[in-house]
């Protein structure tokens, strides 16, 4: 408190002898100036950064759920789910309520593609990539494991963050995948 | 004083840069935070994909004995691959781990715990994930290490036991009855329910569900929802894509040259102990008749070998001795069983031991004596046995007055039910009946028919033909292709442990063996039922690897 006063004292008896008023007035609001600039350039971008790629991982989430949802839709039986595409991509759109559906290039989430296909490989091996829609394997094929049928889905969707800073956050594509097995009948 | 008061301003400029690098660098551990929070978060939406498709995998697999394997196959497939251990501890920094075990387990290292523990859950698949491999980003900033992220699931595999194959002649009936089931049920065609209910936790039908009006579900079973499936189920064991049940192959018939006509052993005290050589060398060629020989201690023995048949067994002890494979063949009369165990006696009916071994026998077994008779199949506690009924099939009647009839089966025993297709001859196809007769309490626990628990039949009680295609059906009692006849009134304990596998043929129950069976599964062409019948799935005595081709899976937990 003494130091306070003693500071507006001293200021106005320097401004009164020096009539440097315009220095001492920019060097008092330094701190403000600095905690402007701080904020502007640095925090809120982190604050944005944070929204952004929290809400990017709060769809992506929901994207691989998708995904796993629409896999496990399939994956019921061969007989029909494993080809109801119609189905799976339902399965995907009502597993994920928070993206929509249609792009409207608003900031959010928009579906991009559900894509789901099926094939068949041995018990024992890992496969990979998307199913050929078809099986061109025989009970020949695998030797020491059996056959299965699998249903691999694909979701990627359109992200379009809040905060885009001169192109330093732009839209991006979420993925999930799944590969769900079922037996064949 | 001005210069103290600049030296102070100086400072005071300081002051903001140093509570702003402090404030940033928590804002970073925060972001920092954050982010790699959110990213952990979805890492593990991402483990619990692979979680499910690896349980429910692995249960698909669960009948093959190679769960493991498909189990972790499905998570790699879903981008997890790594050191595959159920040890319940957390895998090393940089490492994942991948336990698939059945059944599954309390894992406390994951925090997680299940109810489906123990052996009554070994058609459970538990699929652990845990990854210790997760990159920081930010947080590694301040050294900070990824927590191990985990996730588990667990699928039923095995889950249908009732197959009713028939695509055209509505393949499930029931009439008056109520079938309760703690497995579900496939029909490949119509379910026709007159006056019944059936009671299971999953129905899945081709057709449609036909008859007039139905009965309440007892006794805590629920009735499901009826699934319309689109394509008719494959014989689950013979699916697509994996190799079929095998069938075992007959024994070759024996030859005969002599006249001396049939051997005889008469009140003997003592049973003589018998080799093939009496019948196919000697010359003996009509067969052989024991009547009231033997004691418990000291039978008539059969030593392994192929034996002229039809064989007589009256009011004796008879011990077959295991080993190699012997077999008991009928090549003169098609009127005969092959072996035939019959009485006359009101003080009992004969005692007939099986020893482990595979037996084949021409024309057919039959214990339908006026007066029961105990026939153990299988004697030999801890070995599988295998019956050929190569023509005449099965027939196990237990009449009324006298204690014990029909079968028992110490190590488990699997009946072949086969022959030809021709018309009157000795392996002509013949049908088994199981066919209880009685009141009171007769049967005692030597009704019990158990499936064996190793080898290639394990699980597998009754194994038809798959080109025995007959399909007649049979009414109360009556005998018919793969007909179980039964009236009631037995208080004892009556259960058949196994399979019904009669993947051409009919089968009909009159009778409840299910209800004290730990396991029963039926895989039929057509099947009816005319009485209440149960069947559970405790599937604890079998090993992993039982034979029941059983794909489909559901996730659980």
Known sequence: MRIFAMRKKAKITSEVANGKLSRRASQRGSSLVEAALVGVLILIPMLAAVINFGRAYFYSIEVVNAADAAAQFGAQNTGSTMTNNTGMITAAHNEAPDIAVTCSGKPGACWSSVTPSWGCECSGTVGSGAGSNTCGLTLASCTGSHLVNFVYVTTVVTYTPFFNFLGLFPNMNLRGQARVRLAPQ | ?557
């Open chain 2, 1 to 557: 004083m001005l210069g103290r008061i600049a030296m102070k301003r100086n400072r005071e400029a300081g002051q903001s840069l140093i509570l702003v690098a402090v404030v940033m660098v928590m804002l970073i551990g925060i972001m920092g935070f954050a982010v790699d929070f959110g990213y952990y978060r979805f890492l593990r939406r991402q483990l619990q994909t692979a979680a499910d498709a690896a349980a429910l995998a692995g249960a698909m697999d669960i009948t093959y004995g190679d769960f493991s394997t498909a189990g972790a196959a499905a998570a790699a497939e879903n981008g997890f691959t790594g050191t595959v251990s159920c040890a319940n501890q957390k895998p090393a920094t940089g490492t994942i781990s991948i336990c698939i075990q059945s059944p599954p387990q309390n894992m406390s290292a994951v925090g997680f715990s299940t109810p489906f523990t123990g052996s009554g859950y070994k058609n459970y698949v538990q699929a652990v994930i845990q990854d210790n491999a997760a990159p920081t980003f930010f947080s590694k900033i301040f050294n900070g290490t990824a927590p191990s992220i985990s996730a588990t699931a667990i699928a039923e595999g095995g889950l249908n036991c009732i197959y009713g194959l028939d695509t055209g002649n509505g393949a499930l009936s029931m009439f008056l009855s109520i079938v309760s089931s703690t497995c579900g049920v496939v029909d490949n065609d119509n379910l026709n329910l007159t006056l019944a209910a059936l009671c299971a936790p999953s129905i899945q039908l081709v057709g449609s569900q036909t008859g007039i009006f139905g009965l309440s579900c007892t006794g805590g079973f629920n009735r499901a929802k009826v699934v319309k499936i689109a394509s008719a189920v494959a014989d689950p064991f013979c699916q697509t894509g994996a190799s079929c049940l095998p069938a075992p192959s007959p024994g070759l018939l024996p030859t005969c040259s002599g006249a001396k006509g049939t051997y005889t052993v008469t009140n003997q005290a003592t049973g003589p102990a018998l080799t093939a050589a009496l019948t196919t060398i000697a010359g003996y060629c009509t067969g052989i008749t024991i009547t009231g020989s033997g004691t418990a201690a000291h039978p008539v023995t059969f030593a392994p070998g192929n034996y002229m048949g039809p064989i007589k067994i009256v009011n004796s002890y008879v011990t077959f001795t295991g080993g190699t494979m012997a077999s008991v063949f009928n090549v003169n009369s098609a009127s005969q069983p092959g072996l035939n165990i019959a009485s006359n006696n009101l003080f009992g009916g004969s005692t007939v031991l099986f020893q482990a071994a595979t037996y084949t026998i021409a024309g057919g077994l039959s214990d339908a004596g006026s007066f029961g008779s105990y026939i153990n199949f299988n004697s030999t506690t801890g070995q599988a046995s295998l019956m050929i009924l190569d023509g005449g099939g099965l027939k196990l009647v237990g009449n009324s007055g006298a204690s014990g009839s029909a079968g028992q089966s110490t190590g488990g025993i699997t009946f072949y039910n086969t022959g030809t297709a021709a018309g009157a001859c000795v392996t002509c196809y013949g049908p088994i009946t199981s066919y209880f007769n009685f009141s009171g309490t007769f049967c005692g626990a030597g009704c019990n028919l158990t499936a064996p628990t190793t080898g290639t039949y394990a699980g597998i009680l009754f194994f038809q033909d798959r080109n025995d295609t007959s399909t007649s059906t049979c009414a109360f009692g009556a005998a018919a292709s793969a007909c179980f006849g039964a009236s009631s009134g037995i208080s004892g304990p009556v259960a058949h442990t196994g399979a019904y596998y009669f993947p051409s043929g009919t089968v009909d129950f009159d009778f409840n063996f299910g209800a004290g069976a730990p396991y029963t599964y039926l895989i039929a062409k057509d099947a009816n039922w005319y009485v209440n019948f149960q069947f559970n799935s405790n599937y604890a005595s079998l090993p992993t690897s039982f034979p029941l081709r059983q794909g489909a899976a559901v996730l659980v937990q």
